[in-house]
Every structure is written in C-alpha cells, then in structure tokens.
C-alpha cells in the first residue's frame, strides 16, 4: 500500500508552498527514485489547472559528464537550462536519489568551473523568486541513501522526513500557517536592527544588516523549513567563525571550516578535511568570497544533523552562513556561481548581539515572541 503522507505532501506543496492556480506552467524536477512523489504532485497540479512538464532525470549521468567532459562543454549552458530558470511560473525541486556520494571524487576544479559558468542563470533564478514573477520550492524525497547519511533505517528515515514537515498532523498547513505568523514576529523585530555580532566557540563575528530586509521561511521555498535569514552588507563582514557540522557541497564533505573576513572577504579559509575543494570554490568568482546569508534556524524539531542542508540548517539552535550569492529579496548585492550554507551550533557558550543588545543566548532567543515550532 502507498504510503499516504507522499499524497499529503504532495496536496501540501501543491496547495501551501507553491500556490498553484488553473494555468500556471509548472516544472517538476527530480530523480527517477522519487516518481511516487511525482505522480502525486503531478496529479494534484493537473486538478488545479496547471500546465505541468518533468524533468526525470538519471543520477549518474552527471559523474559521467564531469569525468569526460572536455572545458568547452563544461563552459556550454544548455537552451533548456536557459528557459527553465526564465519561463516557468514554479518550479518543485525534489531531492534524494540513489548514491549520496557519487561526485565525491570529482575534481574541484571542474566544479569551480562549471558553478562560474552557471552564474547567471542563478542570478537570474534569483531574480524571478525575488520579484515574484516565479514560485520555487525544494524538498526530499526519502530514500536507502539519505537515509545512510543519517545513520537511520529507511522507515526511521522516512519517520523523521514526514515528522518534521509535520504531516501527522490532522491539518498541516494550518500549522505551517501558525509557524509563518510567529516567524514573522522575529522578522519584524530583526528588521528593525543596524548591526549583529555572533559570537560562540572560536566565533567573533561582526557585521552590518542595515537597509536588508530579513525573510520569513515558512515552507514556501524548502519544505519541511523553519529559519529567518538576511544578508549582510557586502563589504561589512569582520572577524572570524568556525562551522560545528561538517560543509556539505554535491555530497563532498568539508571538516571543520574556519573562514576569517576582513572588509567583507574571505581572507583566510582552513579545512581538516576537503580544504581543496573549499578554496576552489571559494575562487569561484568575486562573490563566492562574501557572505550571501547570515540565518537562524527556528526549527526546534529538528535536532539531529542528518547531512542534508535541507534539514540540517533548519535546526533549532544553530545559525548559518552562506558563501556565495545573495538572495534578491533580502536586498543583497552579492552574485555567485555558488551559494554555499555552513552551520554553526550555537547551543552552548553562544550569543547574538543587534545593535548591542543581547537577543540571543545559547540557542534561543532572549526576546520573547511566543515561538513553539
């Protein structure tokens, strides 16, 4: 028998995160592992009225290509690439596939080449979602190897998805719309603010946040979510942090990243393990040497690191920070190849200070915005 949460969810995205409507051009994306999700969501979006293409794609074709392709056809952007990121009115991106690890051995370098290449099509991505004129939305699909990642069996695994996205609830997107009300609470109060200052285990972190604008992530671009976040302004980034979890880039993991800033750059960038592939994409391009993000995750429900950024960066007491391209809504001026979250635990010895006040201790807010997440 099915499981029947994939048919909640997919009511879920279809009805709460994206907001189709009768017309929308809808793409859904995704391995060919996740089809259950895919007919599920396609059927929804087809009673909706939407317009809906797939895109199916076979997993290994991308190690395939980056093992052979030749530097011309690293540098092509394919047409279809193109009128994916221009034309679609939404777009569900469903993660999890068969082998976590399979670019594990690609060359950085080759991977630093073609994020530089793709640019502009991120930009450009970015652009849509910022304006309006685009509906995007990311999520996973439980399957054997994400659920290795995390050290569960596939029924645990697939346990902590479906809890997390609260879909045992009798009315989920009620309660994804309670979230979104007091999330917005912190947004309001954090919108106020000129300047933070993070500090925690070999963290000193200092940075202006004025003019940005804080975003509410209510399940509206990842699902299952549960984090505010900014940019900082470009050139203000001072001091030094250190990431608690492990940096996960294409299923290549980064150890115990310290990166240190001076006038919003990267001056200085140390890794036990991976420091290759962190300072090739680091020189990815101009701005893949600032910060694109600064966030705090609110998801109290999540507590386990699972080494996947979806859920991972959404855990309650822990902030992180993005490398890379900054998202248009916040106001940020930043554009990358890449855009790169690392987490830090903030859950003991840990404060946030804005505008000198302390409103963050420990892992939880010292102002009180009635959050229960």
Same mark, same amino acid.
């Given at each position: 028998m099915a499981d029947l949460r994939i048919k909640k969810l997919a009511e879920l995205l279809v009805n709460y995160s994206l907001r189709i409507k009768k017309g929308d051009y809808l793409l859904i994306e995704g391995s060919d592992i996740t089809q259950p999700l895919v007919k599920e969501v396609y059927r929804e979006a087809i009673k909706k009225g939407a317009n809906v293409d797939t895109n199916i794609?076979?997993?290994? &074709?991308?190690?395939?290509?980056?093992?052979? *392709?030749?530097?011309?056809?690293?540098?092509?952007?394919?047409?279809?690439?193109?009128?994916?990121?221009?034309r679609y009115d939404a777009i569900l991106t469903l993660w999890g596939g068969y082998n976590e690890? *399979?670019?594990?051995?690609?060359?950085?370098?080759?991977?630093?080449?073609?994020?530089?290449?793709?640019?502009?099509?991120?930009?450009?991505?970015?652009?849509r979602i910022a304006n309006g004129d685009l509906k995007w939305c990311g999520t996973q699909f439980p399957t054997h190897a994400s659920a290795q990642e995390g050290s569960m069996s596939l029924e645990e695994y697939e346990d902590f998805v479906y809890d997390s996205m609260l879909l045992n609830e009798e009315s989920p997107i009620d309660q994804w719309k309670r979230i979104s009300k007091e999330q917005e609470r912190i947004c309001e109060f954090l919108n106020t603010k000129k300047t933070l200052h993070i500090?925690?285990?070999?963290?000193?972190?200092?940075?202006?946040?004025?003019?940005?604008?804080?975003?509410?992530?209510?399940?509206?671009?990842?699902?299952?979510?549960?984090?505010?976040f900014t940019t900082p302004v470009e050139d203000s980034v001072e001091g030094h942090i250190r990431f608690s979890f492990p940096a996960i880039y294409n299923g290549k993991?980064?150890?115990?990243?310290?990166?240190?800033?001076?006038?919003?750059?990267?001056?200085? *960038?140390? *890794?036990?393990?991976?420091?290759? &592939?962190?300072?090739? &994409?680091?020189?990815t391009d101009e701005g893949s040497k600032r910060l694109g993000e600064i966030a705090i995750g609110t998801n109290y429900g999540i507590q386990k690191f699972t080494k996947n950024i979806l859920f991972d960066e959404k855990i309650g007491g822990t902030i992180h920070a993005a490398l890379g391209d900054g998202p248009k809504e916040t106001g940020s001026k930043n554009e990358s190849g890449i855009h790169w979250d690392m987490i830090c635990d903030m859950k003991t010895d840990s404060e946030i200070y804005a505008d000198g006040e302390l409103i963050y201790k420990d892992g939880k807010f010292t102002v009180d915005f009635d959050l229960n997440i």
């Open positions: 794609f076979i997993e290994d &074709l991308l190690k395939i290509f980056f093992d052979n *392709a030749s530097e011309d056809q690293l540098k092509f952007v394919n047409p279809y690439t193109k009128f994916s990121s221009e690890k *399979a670019l594990s051995n690609v060359d950085p370098n080759k991977m630093k080449m073609r994020s530089g290449v793709m640019k502009d099509v991120y930009v450009k991505f970015g652009e500090k925690s285990k070999d963290t000193d972190l200092r940075m202006n946040i004025e003019g940005r604008k804080w975003i509410n992530c209510d399940g509206k671009e990842n699902f299952p979510d549960g984090e505010v993991e980064v150890e115990d990243v310290r990166l240190e800033f001076k006038e919003g750059k990267v001056v200085d *960038a140390t *890794a036990v393990k991976g420091e290759d &592939l962190l300072l090739a &994409l680091i020189d």
